[in-house]
């Protein structure tokens, strides 16, 4: 190799040379030489773009959309109203879901998945949020989440295995008691489980109820979403993947424009997109601070 012979007979001194990770999630890692913390500069002026109606970032492979993400991460660990977490694709593959749903039987809707997924994963942000720890009425939806767990934080090989065994079924008991206890209402669901797309108009009650709270509006906080990774098995040539991106797109529209924006919520502050195929990961973005 030419750097080789070309160190041939040069005298050596220590010298440390590091350039960085070849990318930001490297970077991110606690056991990083150069932690993504110290060095992330929003030279694109991302912050200020999407705090104006946009939810999609574009731009090439290496052009810092996921550095973006894994910053806000970061900064929402030092931030008391900032929550935020990644979706992965490489992790949870929801193709996959819905293709291994198909072979056993079950149909999964990808809207259905996608909101399902939204949602429960705000409200998951939500109960992380230390402000609410000692809340009783809170500690049943913490339990819900929980208890569900398996079908939110989903894991492929995991997700795959709930699927085949019970479909796409989930357990409703915990919810039920939080809406008696906290929404002074019935859930008129008998069966202690239920099929996951038939809670979505109840976790939509949840979520105005929780984030156009008190504590939400006097706090003002905010719950961060990033869908990443897009781009692992979309084969623009394949209907199958094409659809499923148009899907997430679609849905994370009208969570924005229809839901949140419709019922009072700052929608610039709450779906956004960051990754996509030969673009990059989406991003979402759900805040509080509303009053009831």
Not at 95 to 106: A, D, K, N, S
Not at 187 to 199: G, H, N
Request: charged residues 25%.
């Amino acid at each position: 190799m030419v750097f080789n012979r070309l160190s041939k007979g040069v005298k050596k001194e220590k010298i440390s040379i590091f350039l960085g990770a070849p990318e930001a999630e490297a970077e991110a890692l606690p056991s990083s030489r150069m932690p993504l913390s110290q060095v992330y500069k929003d030279y694109s002026n991302l912050m200020e773009s999407l705090a104006y109606e946009k939810f999609i970032v574009v731009g090439r492979k290496g052009s810092g959309k996921s550095a973006f993400a894994e910053h806000i991460c970061l900064v929402s660990e030092n931030e008391p109203n900032l929550f935020a977490k990644f979706i992965r694709q490489g992790e949870t593959n929801l193709e996959q879901v819905v293709q291994v749903g198909l072979e056993v039987g079950h149909e999964i809707e990808k809207e259905n998945l996608y909101q399902w997924l939204i949602l429960t994963n705000i409200l998951k942000l939500f109960s992380d949020n230390q402000a609410i720890q000692n809340n009783k009425e809170y500690d049943l939806l913490k339990q819900f989440l929980s208890k569900n767990s398996g079908y939110i934080d989903i894991r492929e090989s995991e997700i795959k295995e709930l699927v085949k065994k019970q479909g796409f079924d989930v357990s409703v008991n915990y919810l039920k008691r939080f809406f008696t206890s906290k929404m002074n209402k019935s859930l008129e669901i008998r069966q202690e489980k239920s099929p996951f797309y038939k809670l979505i108009p109840h976790l939509k009650e949840v979520i105005l109820k929780v984030l156009k709270s008190h504590d939400e509006s006097r706090n003002k906080n905010s719950y961060v979403l990033f869908f990443d990774d897009l781009d692992i098995g979309f084969n623009a040539e394949k209907e199958s993947t094409v659809n499923s991106l148009i899907t997430l797109l679609r849905v994370s529209k009208d969570i924005n424009n229809e839901f949140f924006s419709k019922n009072g919520l700052d929608s610039n502050r709450l779906l956004k997109f960051a990754n996509l195929p030969s673009v990059s990961a989406p991003f979402f973005e759900a805040p509080g601070g509303l009053e009831a």
